[in-house]
């Protein structure tokens, strides 16, 4: 293949890499992590360095990159997410010049790139805000450098090779492990002295470059940071590690043992004199990872992304197996390992693998419901509710190694609302003996529930209202206003809270409220009706044969709309009617002042999100 031609197609498989890494791009939400990197990380140096570079294990230079990104394109999904894709798709050429290199054929590097640039896994964290991607394209770049540079021997080689290396080790501390696989490799292959010279002066300059890089893995070694995902597993670095690296995907037993096991055996058996330096590319950073994974946490294949190339490399060479018939088989099969992951990649554009929760539905639900004065109580914090909700009411979490009831009580003694986000049986019987409980909405991964004071405030009455309902010329109950929580772009669900004055007991009859949600001028076959709710005042025991007490007081009366999501409201404007009726005789209704047997609530027009 000539090198004009290679290079078209290699321009070509970047061009794919970028159309499917940039493909619903902001399309989910940022998950935790990501919102945590958008808010910290990029945070203003100064402090990074002051704070958290002690704890947090990442390198400086990827706090740095990213602040310097963050004030460059932004803080959008779309604009955050598009440096790690970039980074990501080095990796591209990368590969594709490590297979050119160490095979002496264009068409194993070219492949090797089709499968990187097709790889779910390595989609996955190109579409993440964090240092994982940059990672996985800049150190196959540093290792190709190296080869390069190695073989050579020329001064610029070895200081190109610096300068990507030390980007490399800054950007993701686990770097450190491929320059143990280039320390083995110069000394299996590249035993002249003029070439381990230049080698030592290199890596001498590269560990007085990152004099910084030590003293804050000096501080980091002096937390208690324990890691965040697994502990290690041996036998999870062939059912999980390899399956996930390749594909992108683990496998249900008992796959999760066959497929990588036949992986390795057709790589084994097509092995030549280069496998000894792949074996030590996966091999030595792997074992690393598990000693490292005994003492931490860290026990994840994102933590071996660099290894991904040598993987895909072993992979594309599988064409230039010189045997016939049963080696053509195994050429084939090997070729086919990345074909289990895509329909995990489609599922994962359709949002049906979706990395995080929907915290835009979560952040215009209280944007839309919850007032000034109100607070916004989490189960669990998380990074990403600050990143989408920017509205004026106050936030806090639960704090763990506290009594919640403790908690609870000092929340409800301040707040007259109170929003809690997310399940905490402890938290929520603590609330309902303290308050009234208003609404319970779920949305994506969300329970939404609405906690208020059992006394009612005036300044909670959003719209005040004068309409009294008579039975037979006597008042029985004036409308003092409402308060309408509801809909929003996302979750159409409405809360309703009435405010009722009672000025008398009914006779005998124990009247129910009915709410309607009306479509004037479109009835829906005929019955203009879209919507309802109807109880008794209160939905509790207190009827209107003896709920007036001689008394002036407000109670408030909560009604649902809406709370099916199957049913779509359609295009219109749609007004909510009030009254009170006869639950033995429906069409019995009390009377409102100045004409008509029902009440519409001024300003209350509902239209579709």
Partial sequence: MSRARALWLLASLVGLAFVLRIYHLDTVPLRGDEAFAVRYWADDPAQVLRDLAKWEPHPLGTFFSFWAWKNLAGDSEFAMRYYPLLGNLIGVAAVAALGRRLFHHWAVGLLAALLWAINPFLIWHAQDVRNYAIWA??????????????????????????????????????????LVVQGVYLLAAHRDRPTLRRAALTWIALAVIM????????????TDYQGTTQDADPVKLLTWFLPTLLTGRDFAAPWRIILPLLWIGLVLWSSDRRSAFFAAWILVPAALLLILSTRMAIFHPRYLAAVAPA?????????????????????????????????????????EAAKSADWRALAAYLDTRARPGDLILQTAPDPSFAYYYRGKVAETSLKSGEAIAKQIETETAAHHTIWLVGRSPEAESALRDQMQEISTHAMSNFTVIQYRSRDVSDAEIAVSTDAVFSADGVPLARLVGYTLLGPDPYTQATTLLLYWEPLANADDISYRVFVHLIRPNTPLNGVPRWNQDDHPPFDDPIATTHWYEGTRRIERDIYHLLDDPARILDPGTYEIRVGFYDPNNPSERLLVDGGGDFFVLPGAAITPP
């Fill in 137 to 178: 394209g800049i150190s196959p770049l540093a290792l190709w450098l190296f080869l390069r540079a190695a073989q050579r021997n020329r001064p610029r080689d070895w200081l190109l090779y610096l300068l990507v290396e030390t980007l490399a080790v800054y950007i993701f501390f686990l770097e450190a492990l491929l």
């Fill in 211 to 222: 004099i910084p890089w030590f003293i804050q893995v000096g501080y980091l070694a002096q």
């Fill in 311 to 351: 993987l895909l490399l072993l992979t594309a060479r599988a064409p230039l197996i010189q045997k016939r018939s049963l080696a053509q088989i195994a050429a084939l099969a090997l070729l086919l390992t990345p074909l289990p992951g895509i329909p995990w990649l489609i599922d994962y554009y359709q949002g």
